[in-house]
């Protein structure tokens, strides 16, 4: 499994991303990264650490942080190779992409 270093939390825990999780000192602690406008607990989240960004479960991640985060596990996931689920994946990016400029 690949291994990609993001960085040390403030106490001394490694924060890095093995194989298709995020993990505290080797620990999975999330699969996936959630900005922080979207994370459910998002007014605790701005009241304690106004400068936060984005969320891989329990850690904090800057925007650069996530964006070393995703590119991590987009490399983990494996490639498909069908022709209907590329197709499939394309169709789910165009309609993110949408959703995101507002179209519907």
Do not use: W
């Amino acid at each position: 499994m690949q291994t990609t270093f993001i960085r040390n939390t403030d106490d001394g825990h490694k924060v890095e991303v093995i194989g298709p999780y995020v993990c505290v000192d080797g620990k999975p602690v999330a699969d996936r990264v959630v900005e922080v406008k979207d994370h459910p607990n998002r007014l605790r989240i701005l009241h304690t650490l106004p400068n936060a960004a984005f969320m891989a479960g329990p850690v904090v991640l800057t925007a650069e942080e996530a964006s070393l985060v995703r590119g991590a596990l987009l490399q983990a996931k494996p490639s498909p190779t069908d022709p209907v689920a590329i197709n499939e994946q394309l169709r789910n990016a165009i309609n993110a992409r949408n959703r995101e400029a507002g179209i519907e």
